[in-house]
């Protein structure tokens, strides 16, 4: 790849793709329609295949290249595919009715995350001048915030996205970090995620033809 | 040729082989190949221990094998003495399982751990670095955990002892891995010379604690006071000749730890270490034989019998190193030499009696003292081996413990003229615990014959035992063969095992020296077995001879015996295991403490007829009840406790998860 981007250029691709990246996590809080919060994940694949790009682009790597192609066909196609596939059969029900913190407070939490994210970076990010170090707190943010979603949210399909965003979030820090994620372990944690969506999918039509609902808390009898 | 490697090599490749054989032999040929494989791995162990233990030396070094911390074999005297004992005791144990295992353990799962039991047991001797020590130990435990669960489909309580030996293994493993570890990060490397050299720049406090968590942990392996539990439940449901194993050969992997650890890498050490293992050694050897002597059930009777023993083998280690610490290495060293020999003679007679259990277990199906007798004249050759069996545990002149433990009582004995206030406090002490020991010993071992083999058969099962197959004989006469020579000529072994414990308590001068006759260095003291055996025999001919001659003079009249005109004498007027124990209950009744139940039931014309009469005895483990129950109920109040935190909401749990996290970033940002 013979293309070197210049240095501005570089940054404020990097720095558009992480803003995307925050803002996806933000609005999948904001947002209750299953619908929706699935097209915000999408997006977020997006910006996560934009920001592999322009890291390969920077540094030239073919391999690199190839990834962003996985991320892309991985978190913008098969993902939000399953899950919308998943919506579909899961009847009229499609609305974020009644999460366990109403979303005022989960837009409020997730300001409180993402310093948090920036707090405990501090000491990575003096550690490089580079501007991916720079950016790797906003990836830490939405790795806390993909827990979140997780935890508050009581419907299966978003907490699964929640669970995603905490994968999206993973891989950023990987990519950010420039530690090189070799490509097969790479190809190994997309099959890995693509293996939970499965799983999760088949648990969730479980739940409705069971319970007629698939919030989690119906699951409470599973105790010793 | 160095001999040691190749018997290492030939034990090696047999086990592993064995182990194969085990997986791929069809059922029909499968119990006597691996018979044949574990016991030519068992028999090169041997070659290997003996050849080590007249000074050849060999050593390995493979540190890219183990990931990390790499494998090192050094073969040593003391690491030699354990490998010879525990390849004697697999080869003869192998043969016997020929036949016992067709019984019902020849499933392909026993019979492939069982070769990696005996290669497990060879290794743990010979590791030389933390790490390889560590990982054989582990998988000694696994080996033999697995093999005790073989019979667990027939019998629930295998699954319970299964239990108690995996947790009470586990933490005792845990304690070692602890002790080592505090150790080792003192030192260099993991490697025990680099240990050995950095034994020296430990404090005082550092070095008692590392010695008290290999206590504890080699201890609970060798079935020490309190952390025995798991012995007489676990030993008791392993198929026989694993029990076998278990009891002549793993136990004494706990007092090599200890002899490893204390002696060889820490130096010696202050002198309270040897005050706590001889104190703790004489209390297992009295509670255990106590409970022994209540025991009805033979293999449990024969586990307890191991917690004793190895209480003897450690008042003579502690004795040793008490000796050692006062600078009296002669006596050091013959105290030690004691305890090995101990260690020897107890893996023979301990064989010899489970082998020939695990007979009596294979003919009737049962192990209940009270539910047999009468068993000689089915199995003569079972009942033979038993006898002798019983002989050598019951430290009686021609028997193999007598020997050891009258070297155990010289060198305590000697030891009190030149001692201080503590030591000559506790060395009465130890000798009467010996000397107690040994009483309570006799009367067990004499119930467990006589009430278990003589008399009259007191089940139909017992009535119809019939002999067992030749493999399981010729597995019994190899231990016998083993007991005798060790009565009657111990001088075959004692300059090896001299040799071994001069080495250890660091000393040039043999403790014991003499083929025939015993002589001890350096005091006085001389013993023969071999000519007080000729001499108790020629002294039993006589007293059969006088007695018949004089017997012969008024003409015999036969007659019936006397029954309270209550009819012919009946199996249910005989002794049982129970009533003989019966005096001895009353006796240590504050220690034992039964729990008896007596119903009368009177008819119902008048009160002074009886109908029927019902006993019950149990005799609860005291130190159990006591030592145990109180921390199984803490653990269980804190399960409770933490139920409290299990909701069953998913939520609640991913919420632990996130406010962990949360709180960790949080602590490490203030924190920095």
């Known amino acids: 790849m013979g293309v070197r981007v210049s240095d501005a250029l570089y940054v404020q691709l990097l720095n558009l793709a992480a803003g995307g990246l925050l803002l996806t996590a933000v609005l999948a809080l904001w947002r209750r329609e299953l619908s929706v919060i699935i097209r915000v994940f999408a997006v977020q694949g997006l910006a996560l295949a934009g920001l592999v790009g322009v890291l390969a682009a920077r540094e030239g790597s073919a391999e690199l290249v190839a990834v962003a192609v996985g991320v892309l066909v991985v978190r913008v196609g098969v993902l939000p595919w399953l899950l919308r596939r998943a919506l579909a059969t899961s009847g009229a029900d499609r609305r974020e009715t009644r999460p366990v913190v109403n979303v005022a407070s989960s837009l409020l939490a997730a300001a409180a995350l993402t310093l948090l994210a920036y707090a405990v970076s501090q000491p990575l990010v003096r550690l490089s001048p580079e501007p991916a170090i720079h950016a790797v707190p906003v990836a830490l943010a939405v790795v806390l915030i993909g827990f979140f979603v997780l935890v508050t949210r009581r419907r299966a399909l978003s907490q699964l996205v929640g669970f995603l965003l905490m994968d999206n979030g993973i891989t950023a820090v990987g990519f950010l970090t420039g530690a090189g994620i070799g490509l097969i372990v790479e190809v190994g944690v997309a099959l890995d995620v693509v293996l939970v969506v499965l799983v999760l999918q088949v648990l969730t039509g479980r739940m409705r033809e069971t319970f007629g609902a698939t919030d989690l808390d119906d699951l409470r009898e599973l105790r010793d | ?672």
């Open chain 2, 1 to 672: 040729m160095n001999l040691v490697a190749l018997g290492l090599g030939a034990a090696a490749g047999a086990g592993v082989a064995s182990a194969l054989m085990g997986l791929l032999v069809p059922r029909p040929a499968r119990a006597a190949a691996v018979g044949l494989g574990s016991a030519v791995t068992g028999a090169a162990g041997v070659l290997a221990g003996i050849a080590a233990m007249t000074g050849q030396t060999w050593s390995m070094a493979a540190p890219e094998l183990l990931p990390i911390a790499g494998v090192f074999l050094e073969v040593d005297a003391l690491g030699g003495l354990f490998l010879a004992v525990a390849g004697a005791v697999a080869a003869v144990a192998a043969i016997y399982g020929i036949g016992y295992s067709r019984h019902h353990a020849d499933g392909r799962a026993p019979q492939a751990v069982l070769p990696l039991f005996v290669l497990t047991l060879l290794i743990v001797p010979i590791a030389a670095s933390v790490g390889t020590f560590l990982v054989c130990w582990e998988l000694m435990a696994l080996t033999s955990l697995l093999l005790v669960l073989t019979e667990h489909r027939r019998r629930a309580q295998v699954g319970e002892a299964g239990r108690w030996y995996a947790i009470m293994t586990h933490l005792g493993f845990m304690a070692i891995l602890i002790g080592l570890l505090v150790f080792t990060a003192q030192a260099a490397d993991d490697t025990f010379p680099a240990l050995r050299a950095a034994a020296a720049t430990l404090s005082p406090a550092v070095a008692g604690l590392v010695f008290l968590m290999i206590l504890v942990g080699f201890g609970s392996k060798a079935g020490v006071l309190p952390l025995h539990a798991w012995l007489p439940r676990a030993h008791p449901e392993a198929p026989s000749h694993v029990s076998a194993l278990m009891s002549a050969a793993m136990v004494n992997a706990g007092v090599y730890g200890i002899v490893r650890v204390g002696f060889d890498l820490l130096g010696g050490g202050a002198r309270w270490w040897w005050l706590v293992v001889l104190l703790l050694g004489a209390l297992s050897a009295v509670y255990g034989i106590l409970q022994a002597a209540m025991s009805t059930d033979v293999k449990r009777l024969l586990g307890y019998s191991t917690t004793e023993n190895m209480g003897l083998v450690l008042v003579g280690v502690g004795a040793s190193g008490l000796f050692a610490s006062a600078g009296n290495t002669v006596l050091a060293a013959l105290a030690m030499a004691a305890a090995l020999l101990h260690v020897c003679n107890h893996a023979a007679f301990k064989t010899l009696l489970f082998l020939a259990a695990g007979s009596v277990l294979h003919a009737t199906g049962s192990r209940d003292l009270d539910a047999l007798g009468g068993l000689r004249r089915g199995m003569p050759a079972t009942t033979a081996a038993f006898g002798l069996g019983a002989l050598a545990a019951s430290a009686l002149p021609p028997g193999t413990a007598f020997v050891s433990e009258w070297l155990l009582l010289q060198s305590l004995i000697q030891g009190l003229p030149n001692a201080g206030i503590a030591t000559s406090i506790v060395l009465p002490v130890a000798v009467a615990a010996v000397a107690l020991t040994a009483g309570l010993a006799v009367a067990t071992f004499v119930k467990a014959f006589g009430v278990g083999f003589l008399a009259r058969p007191r089940s139909d099962a017992a009535a119809n035992a019939a002999e067992s197959p030749a493999t399981m004989l010729a597995g019994m006469g190899l231990a016998g063969v083993a007991c005798v020579a060790l009565a009657l000529v111990p001088g075959l072994a004692l300059p090896l095992i001299g040799r071994v414990a001069g080495g250890i308590a660091g000393t040039q001068t043999a403790p014991a020296t003499g083929a025939l006759t015993i002589e001890l260095a350096e005091v006085t003291g001389t013993l023969s077995p071999f000519l007080l055996t000729v001499a108790l025999l020629a002294a039993a001919v006589l007293v059969v001879v006088a007695l018949r001659v004089a017997a012969a003079r008024p003409r015999r009249q036969e007659a019936r015996l006397w029954d309270c005109g209550a009819g012919p004498m009946s199996a249910r007027m005989e002794y049982t295991a129970t009533s003989f124990a019966e005096p001895l209950q009353r006796v240590f009744d504050n220690v034992v403490q039964p729990v008896q139940d007596v119903d009368v039931t009177h008819y119902q014309e008048s009160r002074y007829l009886v109908q029927a009469v019902e006993y019950r005895r149990q005799i609860p483990d005291r130190i159990e009840r006591r030592f145990y129950e109180p921390v199984l109920l803490a653990v269980a109040r804190w399960g409770r406790a933490g139920r409290r935190l299990a909701t069953g909401s998913v939520h609640r749990y991913l919420g632990y998860g996130f406010y962990t996290l949360c709180a960790l970033l949080i602590a490490l940002v203030v924190m920095r």
